[in-house]
């Protein structure tokens, strides 16, 4: 989630004006390709693993940054191996898959850092891109294999409706800001504005994909409402929780990618919290 | 896995005495309240639960020493939750729960921390803990109830006779150390004799229980061979993995539960590596 500014911020105004055009361009070239890759379960399967090398590999060049290069190469490359072998493998082993990749990485960390003062550190950015990035959004294989591709695309799309309604409603209305810490700019018009804009695109997302696509969507009201609270409350969260990580690192994104958009890990930051979480509410409730 | 010597070393020699003696009698008094939680699913879950319970308390006061005692406190509570929900109420729902006790503690140091220094820092910890010590040593509930009592006690049991072997090993003949950074004083001598001692060992706890307990447990020797050398490996670097989280944080034990055998942690370290990997080869070669 994008901060929200009050507004008031005139310095900087034109910078903000180019950042939004630059989102918007870049937003037009990434979107179609990854909604393509909704198609089917192996594009889906290699979309995830695409996301969680490039964001892992941010995530490892910043936090690692004063380590050996080939320690962030291969953590990126043992992260990514989670969702490859989970989504086109072992469907019915992720457990058993998180701990080999676990285990693997640990003893690569002993065979590779001979320094007990930065050792922890190590272990630390290995196990929170393992649970944090990897797994978390591999709950996109089982989501994509059990709802589809309309529910798993509209997971996605709550994100980046979220996003926008949030920022819209923010940039335009937001006074009473509820301010992290670690990430000030939040207002609660932002945030409630998000909310209700998300519900309104679930109505509206299920009406357009039974209809034209013939998807067979059917929310009652209130599951949709509930998801797009739980959809306001964990990309805030996400996004607090990615925040804490950069400044504590001092970087302002994780890396570069999209232009305006800042890093791969900056874009999902909230989806990541978010899927799991649906993941468990559509169980439940639907 | 304790550290096994060279037997050159004279200075110390009676407090390494003193420590053997209190080993062995400490030891007759857990072994056979720990044996006997495997006499139902249960049991079984409330071991695995209090011993995460117990090792990770030790670990959070110890890598989170400076902190707030309640974020040590909550941390443990919530690192438990896993075991607890897995074995008694989800157990089909690991990768849920996981998730779950990872958002909610997550969110919990965001509340809770102020401090972009140490954020990381808490994160490492809640991270490591949760996957290190809960969601391995959890492997014993599919364990138990996929291959049942016999099969898991063993498990257990192999890596006490293999830390039993190698430190009688290495204590009489240890002389060519293959000595690790973080954990210096281990032996090849120890390593080997580990192993045979091992192997020896499920032989006649194969024979012993499929005889006297009416298990039905049928492995060939070649399996039985590698579970052996499975042992030796991965409790050589689950105890050197541990050592290097103890050394970064200067102390000799994580806890000190049982005299003689330090905290629990350390007593469980090789332990936690082992499970997972051994179930994986039940599931792929038994």
Redesign the interface.
Known sequence: MQDQGTGKNSVGDNSLKRETIQRVISAFIVVPFVVFCFVSYPSLVGLVATIVLISSGEFFFT?LKKHDPWLSIIYTALVTTYPVLYGAAFPNN???L???V??VG??FA?SRV?N??I???V??AY??A???IS??LS?FI?LYAKYGAAMSLLTLTLSWSYDSFAYAFGMTMGKHKFG???SPNKSWEGFYGGIFGTFVYILIYQFVTNTVLKSNIHMNPLLALALAVITGV?DT?GD??ES??K???GVKHMGNLMPGHGGMLDRIDGLL?IT??I??VL?LFY
Chains 1, 2 share one sequence.
Do not use: D, G, Q
């Open positions: 936090t992720p457990m058993e998180l701990a080999v676990f285990i640990s003893v002993l001979k007990r003062e050792i922890t550190e272990y630390f196990s929170v393992l649970l944090y797994f978390l709950f089982p992290s810490y670690y964990f969260f607090i929780f804490s990580i400044r504590h690192y919290f799991p979480v993941y468990i169980n």
